[in-house]
Structure formats: C-alpha cells, structure tokens
C-alpha cells in the first residue's frame, strides 16, 4: 500500500503513523521527496481500513500496490536510489551517477590484474572488476583462483583506489567478502534466482549487491530477485541486464535486451547498469552495445578488458584491450555530455 | 577417453590396466555390459600414449571423447543405469522400469498428504510426491511447512510403503533430508546450476537425485549440472524434462519439450522422466501430455494430484484429482503394453 | 455471438432467424449436433439486440465470443469437424479419422517416387506427400522440380490410389493446383500468413488445405490464419504442428510443441496433425515424436520417408526408409488400439 | 569466390577477365574501392581452377566465400552502399547518410497525413511514412486505406517534399506501386520470406526496398531475403531490425535486438534502420531505444508519430506526438555530432 503524505505535515505526526501502522506488523519504508512523502507498506495490508486511513488529516491520498515487487517499486520510492559503498566514500551508482566498470573476466596473476587495473583506471573507470570464483557450466574447468584471487583484488585495489567488484558464488564465501570488505558483490546469472543466498546477503550486510537478471530471466523475476535481497535488510542492489537467451544464436552469445533499461527505469527505483561483454560474447561489437546502453539511459556498465585478450583464461573473444577500452570511455563522456545538454 | 575392452580379458588383466592408469591421476569407470567391458577415463588424459594403449593385448580399441559431459555419457556407460533407492530395496527406475510419482505440489497438511497419498497407491503409483519447500518468485509467498512437512511426509511413507520425493532447496537442510532417509531428493528448475548444492549431493549422499532441467535451460547445461554431482561420487541421478521458456505463452505456462527424452536417450544412459503437470500448468491436458511421454519412451512421470485442487496452496489448476490420476494410470499401463509388444 | 437453439425447433423457424440475422449482413454459421443446434454469428454483431434474441421462444441462450477466432472456434461447432477430400470419396481427417501422410521431402524423379509411393502403401499409408516446389532460404538452392513434380505426383496417384499432399508456395501456381486436382494443399511455415494466398485458397478451392503453424507462430496466430481461409468461403482446414523456433538448438532443428495438439482440440473443431520429421530434423527420433504425437491425440501424422535418406536432395537426415516407416506404422496401429480400448 | 584486383590494373584488363568469368555462367559483380577493386562471383564457382586465377596477373589474391549470402556480403563491396532514390535526388540512405522516418501507423485522412508530414518535417524527418495496407492478424480488423491511402501519401509528398515509404503487402498491388512512383517500398515482417514477392521486387522495380527482419527471423534469414532480392535484379536493400519474438513479454511488445546493428554492419555493405516503435510497442520508451539505435550505429530510424495517439486508428500506444517526436530529433542530432567528433 502506498500512502501519500501532505506537504507540510510534521515527522512528529508522520511518525505516530508509522507506529500505529508498524503495530499492526507492517513494515513501513519511508521516502522523503523534494514534493512528496510516502509511506510504502508491506505485509499484511487487509488489516487496514483504507477508508479511515484515506479520512487522516495528514494523509493525502492512500492506494493499493498491486505490484508483486515492493520495496524495488518506484511507487515507493519515486526518486532514483542512489547507491554508495558501505564506507560512504567512493563512487556512488545511480541517480546521475555513472558506473564505469571495468577489469578482467578471471584473476590471473598479481601482474596481470594490476596491469589491467592501472589501464582502466587512467582511461577513466570507477571501479574494477575481476573473478576470483567463475561459475563453470563443466565441472572440469578452471574454477577460478578463489581466495588467492581476493587477496590480489585488495592488493589492485590499494595499489589504484579503485573499489573492486567481484562475484561471491557460495554462500559459505560470503563471510571471506564481509571480512575482505569486498566493495561490491556480483551475483551471477546463475544464482540470480538462489533465494538462499540472497536472502542472506540481504540479511549479514549492507554491501552493495550487483544482481544479474538470469540466464533467461524476466523482468519481473529480476526485480522479486532484487526484494529477496532488500526484504530482508539489504536495500544497496544494483540491477544488471547482461543478455537473454534467445532463438538467435549465431553470431553473438546472447541477445542483449536494451529495452529492460528504461522499462526497469519505470518500474523501480533502484540503478540498472549494463553488461556488453557476457551478453554478446565478442569484443568488435562491445563498444557499440556499450555506447547504445549509456544512450538508454543505462546508469554504468561493467566491460571487460584484458592485456591480451588472445591469452586469456577465461573469456578472452569478449575482452577489450585496455586501448579499446579508453577510446570507449572517451565516447562515453562525449555521449554523456551531448545527452545531458 | 574411452577404452574397449577385449571380450574374453580376465578381471585381473583389467585391474591391472585400471591401477596403472589411475597412477596417472586419472578416473576409471569400468563399465561390465553382456557385450563390452569399456572403462571410460575421466582427467588430464592427454598424459596418456594412445598408441601405446591401443598396442596393448587386452585393448579392443580406444578413442577421444570429445564431448563435455563423461560421466553421463552412454559411451561410458552402453547400456541404461537402473537407480535404486539407497535401501536397494522398493522400486527402480530406469531400464524399462517405470517410475509413477503422484502428489501434491505442497504438503498441507497430515490428513490431506495422507489421503492423496493412499489414493495414488491404489491407483498405480509407486512414488509419493509433495513439497515441504516450496521455491516462490516472491518472499511474501507462502514457502511450505518446512521441516514439519518433510515429518508428514515420513507418515505417509509409513502408512503407504510409498517412497517420497521431495525437494531440497537449501544446502543448510540436506543433513535433515540425509538423516530422514528421504528417498528421492528433487532439486528444482531454479538450482539446476547451483554448482554448491550438486557438489555437495555428490558427496553426503548415495540417494537417487531427481535433477529438473532449468527454467530455459539446455540439454547440455542439464547433462553438466548431472556431471557435478555425478562427479562428486554420487551416480544415482535422475533427469528430469519440466517444460521449457519459449515465446508461447498463451495457452500453457512452458513448452514442454518431449523432443528431450529420446535425445537424451541418445546422449547418456541416465533414467529420463517427465513432470508434464509443471510444464503445462494446466490439469486438462496433463493426462495428454503424460500418454505422450510415456510414447516418447521416458522412464517415468510425475504428476501432481490433489483431492481438492480448487482450494491447493499452490498449483491448484494443474493438478489431477485421484479420480482423473486413476483413470490416466489405466491408461499408461495400456500404453506400455501395446508398445511392448 | 454464439446462439444455442431450443432441441426441438423446426428448421423452418430457424431458417426464418437465419434470414433475419443474415438481413443484417452478419454472417451465420449453422452447426447440427447430437445435443445442440448451434448458430454461429460473425461480422457486427453489435447490431444485435441480445436481450431481445434471448427473449425468442425458439432461443436457449446467447452468449458474446471473445475470441478473436471465429469460424474455427470449437464454441460454433462442438463437434470435431471431419474433413474430406473434394470428391468426396478416399479417406477423411479428423473426428477419429486419423492420416497417415507419407513421402520424400522432393519430388526427385518417377522411379523413386513410385517406389516410395508404394512401400508406404503397403506399410498402411493413406495419403502420399512430396514437394514439387520448394520453399528455400537461399536463391541459389535447389527450388524443386516445380510443374514436372506435379505431374510425377499426379501419376504416383494413379499408381497406387493414394491422395497427394503437396505445398503451395506461390499463388501464381494456384490455379494449376486446382486444375490437377490436387488432393491436399499445404501451405508452409513461411507462407502461414501470407493472408493474400490465404484469402484466395478460401475463394478459390474446397480442397483441403493442410496449414502449418509459422516458424515462431503463437497457436493464436495459427488460428487467425485458418480463419482467412475459412472466412473467405474454404472451411476444409487442417492444423499442423510442426515444430517451433526456440533457444534449444543443439541436437534437434526446433522444439516439437505437443501440447499444441490438446490445447487446439481445446479451441477449435479443425483436424490437427504433426509434422515430426521438420520439427526435429533427424530421423533417429523422428518415431518415438511420431508415437508421441499419436498419444497427445493428433489425427495425423506427415512423415518424410524416403528409399535412400543418404542421397536424398533434400533434408535426407530427417527420412525414415521405407522399412522404418513400415515399423512405426504398426506402432501407431497398437497405440490407436491401446488408447481406444 | 573472391578476387581481388593488383591496384594499378588497367580496367579494360579487368573486363576482359570479366568476360571470360561471364561466359562461364557465373554472375560478376564488380566493387571499386579506395584502395581494392574486389570482384565477386555468383554461381557455380567449382568451374573455375583457381591456383590459374591466382596466378593471373592482374590478380592478387582469390578466396572462396563460404557464405550463403553472396551479393549483400560485406567481402564483395567493403564500403558501405549508398541507396539513393530512383530519381537519384533527395535523401539518401547509409554510409552516413541518416533516414529520419517518420509518420502514423496508417493513414487515417487527408488532413491527419499532411498535418503530421508537416509536423515531422519541420522536426527534422527526411522521410514520410504511412501505411495505406495494414496486415492485421484477424481478417475482421481494419486492414487499411488501400489504394486511397495511397493517393493521400501522395498528396503530402507533393505537400512537403517528403518522399514516402509505405508497405506493399501482397504482389498484385506492385504495378500501382510502381505507377505512382512510391519511393521506398517497405516489406513487413510477416513477409520477409514471402519468395514470390521478393523475387518480383528484384525483377521489376529499382526502387529502394525497405525489409524488416522477420518475426523470429534470424539475421542470417534477413540476408537471404535481401539475397532474393538483390539475386533478381534490385540492389537497393536497406534492413530493418523491428524487434525479435521472445519469452519476455510482460512489458514490452518485442524485444529489440539493437546488436543486429553491428553485427550486420560487419557481414554485409546493406544499410540498417531500425523500428522502435514497433519493437516496444510504448511511446514512453520509444525516445530511449531511438537513441540507442543510432549510438549503436544505425543509418536510419522509422518512428511512428501520431498527432492524436489516443484515437489513432491503429498502435496509437506506440506512437510519439509530433512534439515528443521533435525533442527526439533534436537528440539524435546531438548524439551525432557527439560520436563523430
């Protein structure tokens, strides 16, 4: 239920409402806008009698929400989320501001990261990315440098001040990133919908949470994904639109589905960033996929990029080389600029 | 790699040969066929000399397996793996036996769970079905009894001498499921690619796995998922073809893809069933599409029965009542005879 | 609208109905069942005032169709239609009339057309098939044989008696068709709404017309399609199935869709059949769909069978020999006989 | 087969090679470039020894091309192809040349055309288009103005200088098409494999072909459809992505495929346009995939622009308002200047 509060109405009063509606075991969010408070319900709303509700002096107007997603709804939230890392400082997502992040698909070496690390942060990115834990359809392949990889991530990311992205596959893993102070978990296409984990990432830290829609995911699973997460503590979740499975196959990986970043942009408040690398598997194409989702309205993207690309361990077709990658960042802030005019 | 065996070899010769290969850190699967001995080698096997092998007395002939999956594979395995329930005794599936799983999609309750449960005995089945986890799209849906479902499942397995299927969904509750003896584990569409879990079924348990294909996913992500565990020590995997995401979506909720059980037949030696109650979503057709499973040549199904489906927690419009199951049953046992013949 | 008649009217009177309802300009469809006389009203029905008809002593009731499909609507004509070659003699489709349509995917020369035209016979065949001209992605492929492969048809018709199928592609050729009196005409995946071609097949000829469902056609889409021919005066319309376009593409050319079969028995009274040897693309499974088919309730089947699937022009992977066929054919026998008991 | 010319080759040195090339039935299409003169064959190139082609001269290299598109094939023609009017005057399209198109879904009226013509003109636009045939999935929809439709396009290009772009649906209105000089014909999705059609659009007219990519096309299918085209005779193709049939459905018509672009821009020389309009189906999103259309690269857009969306008599849901219309144009061209720079 959203319950639309009027102007000039004291927190005093708001929050003697807030108590007698959390009384009734409702969770109440709160959003102050620039033009409007909302109270945004969830739980059990049928114990409220709407009509005494909408007769309240401080209440302008109340209304059901008949959205499965809650606390991921714009309706709740109509302003952008912004979201910022656990320390505060750093760069924040969202709401204007523009994630660029970049890295390898896998950790290889303290050489290679590092390297990659220098480049990417000279041509302008935010933030690094690399993958200690890879998800393996086979259970025969590299599965990543796991914990040795962390400690080369923190090492890249004290030698640059990049803040560092990374993804946490295992729950049992999750107790290394809370201590490692990974700056953003990334939840893979995999997990997207293992309500186990999410709950608890929802529930054991304030991290921001990078959620990749699934591999053939909807919309709407993406965002009850996302409410997984938030209803249970975490409310820092970036969505990621990383391409969908479809009858089209031959000559890129996925079918990137740039559409999802302002139909989500409506639906929800929270940032949507965008990954043109998983999603059409090939380098030539990815500076164009990029620019087309900053032009949708995309608030970051996560490139990767690699040394040499030909060498790679993991993903290396889809990699740009860090050259590539600052000539796309350049773009990026030109096409930023001519959007914002 | 697969390596056949001359037919008159002694068991000692073949010993012989499996040490010396395991010495090179390799795995040997023997497989013993009326026919054929065929060890099949799982590892680094670009270690071994083809030539030499080939050169040996007792080797009929050897060659590369280009293929993912290995375990899984029917070239390791010729003839078709029949799954025992880890007491050996009760009914098996696979090799021309027919496993019959009847039920409701979520447990309620002692006395209803115990009234489908008697019905669908008497009507034929020979497996109980129901969910005390229930995986939901949203947090703020009803996610099953819990543990108190799993002990009214044990009643009914009691009372009938049916043994239960029931899905694990949390890594943190297979200890419960391991010390309840729970028959058959099912593990859903969501976690068909939670690496984590499958490992992990591959080493606590010897219970037979009911493995479902993912919400979109391929034939061979489905094989390799079946690798994980099988990979990890536990061979009794069970496929399962659930329907798949298409662009239909009028009419049915997936497309049940039948095409997938004489593919898969082709493909590994792994018992293949088929839950056309998820597929559809819809109780009128079911029976239909379980007489065209049964054609298609799957080693079971898995229906979902309800006395009172109007009024089910949970997928109420696709479940059979026992009348309607009874009368389909009659009609699988027809089936499998005139195709028999 | 649909309008039930009372049990016991006069034809006399209802003709007087139909008359005044036909006065304006809608179109009325007339079904006499066992239980029910049925009239079926398409155009403006707007015009009608409901109360009115439903006041009439000779009315039962009167109901509004929502569906966008009319004519084929099984609410216009509750029993199953029953479709029957222009002459009126030779087999039928559908109400329990099951076709058994066999052939090569070309017309390739009279020798081998013959030959397979009569080991299907004699394997229990009741229709013969064959392209003459060929829909193909390419400009420069082989575009069949063109007039030359009808007239081959026309003389394998004689030879053994057995009705053709035969597609249509272009509607220059139309008037051709309907001078050789060709039994069945097929409309491809390409051409389903190709609503020009559709609309004359409904002007120009009572002859069956065997339409298949588009590449990636919704079932809604299909029955729009029908009811072009069925609008424009042609209502001899037979459904088929013949696969769908979806992200599985690793060992089969598309997804065989059967639950199409029961949810279009469902919708409309039209005959359906299947087409599993375009579906898959390989013979190695093309019996156990065809046994599939057969138990999700088709009335036909249209297999490609051919007497040397290694040289075959075109499509040789997906051709039965016309010993398999024999095989399957007896099959499909025991199941009509198990499902029937 | 691929043969690249020495630089400083003499062109009558190349026309005899021509020649001799055309005198053995294969087609020979001539490319001059900048830096290589590159001539394609079509046809039966096994009739050609090609170590003695390689030995030429005048020859630098030759290559077989594996593709089955041959004459749209980016290695026959690497420069972009420039489609202009058959006038040769006016707007042209690709190789930087921009197609700003836009117009309502169908036209209505004479004054609801010339008014929007007019509108959209002033934004910017270089193109009119409307429809005056509309294919309609149901034959009781309004199927469009025809031939008045026709007239009254004609009339706003008079009005304006606009030249037009209307879809031709069935063959027998090509003649009128032609007569009434309609500057670019466009071919809709449902017959992009409409052979027929194609082949005659080759054959009789050189006007540009707009050609949408089929409902669940592939990109390979595009090609082969502009290959009927371009094989019989017209070489003035320009493609259209318009959005792909997938399983996200729940906001969102189709789901825009904008990495066709620069996958495409790499196989083939052809320009691409894309529709977003008919893609999403809702003007609130259709501004954010206009953008990301050209920042991926595209040549052109075709946008629908309704003076009244409300009461449009067709997909009013999609349309932009002429003044939303001209906030776009304005966009584009700031995202132009942005990425050239």
Redesign the interface.
């Known amino acids: 239920m959203i319950v639309v509060i009027r102007p000039d109405v004291s927190q005093e009063k708001i929050d003697h409402l807030i108590k007698w509606l959390s009384d009734k075991e409702l969770i109440v969010r709160e959003f102050h806008g620039e033009k409007q408070n909302v109270l945004g319900l ?1 739980g059990n709303t049928k114990c409220i009698d709407m009509d005494m509700l909408k007769s309240l002096d401080i209440v302008e107007s109340a209304s059901d929400m008949n959205d ?1 997603f ?1 606390a991921s709804n714009r309706k709740m939230h109509p302003a952008d989320s912004i979201v910022n890392l656990e320390s505060g400082t750093g760069p924040k997502i969202g709401g204007g501001n523009f994630a660029l992040i970049a890295g390898p698909c896998s950790v290889e070496s303290r050489e290679q990261l590092t390297g990659i690390a220098k480049d990417v942060k000279v041509a302008g990115a935010n933030f690094l990315r690399g993958g200690a834990f890879k ?1 393996r ?4 392949d590299f599965q990543g440098m796991g914990s040795a990889g962390l400690e080369i991530l923190l090492e890249a990311r004290e030698a640059t001040g990049l803040p560092i992205v990374t993804e946490l ?4 893993n999750l107790d290394e990133f809370i201590e490692k102070k990974i700056d953003v978990i990334q939840i893979g296409a ?2 997207t ?4 984990l999410l ?1 608890e990432l929802g529930r054991s830290t304030k991290a921001p949470i990078l959620l990749k829609r ?8 993406l965002l ?1 994904s996302a ?2 997460i938030m ?2 503590g975490n409310e820092n979740v970036i969505l990621c639109e990383r391409g ?9 990986r996925n ?5 999802a ?3 989500l942009k ?2 929800t408040h929270l940032p949507i960033i965008v990954d043109p690398s998983h ?2 598997g090939r380098s ?2 990815v500076p ?2 990029a ?7 995309a608030d970051g993207i996560i490139v990767e990029v690699h040394n040499d690309p030909k060498n790679a361990l993991c993903d290396g077709a889809q990699s740009l080389t860090p050259k590539e990658f600052a000539k796309l960042s350049k ?1 990026i802030t ?2 930023h ?3 914002e ?1």
């Not at 359809?137 to 025969?140: A, D, G, I, K, V």
């Not at 620019?291 to 309205?297: D, I, Q, R």
């Open positions: 969830i499965t809650k998800p359809t086979s259970p025969y596959m295992y729950l049992h995999r997990n919908q293992n309500y186990d709950k699934g591999l053939a995911g909807t919309l709407k699973e009850m409410e997984y209803a249970n969908i499975r479809t009858y089209e196959q031959d000559y890129a079918t990137l589905d740039l559409s970043v302002p139909i409506k639906l999603a059409t030539d194409i164009s996929m620019l087309a989702a900053v032009a949708a309205g773009k030109k096409l600029k001519a959007l005019e």
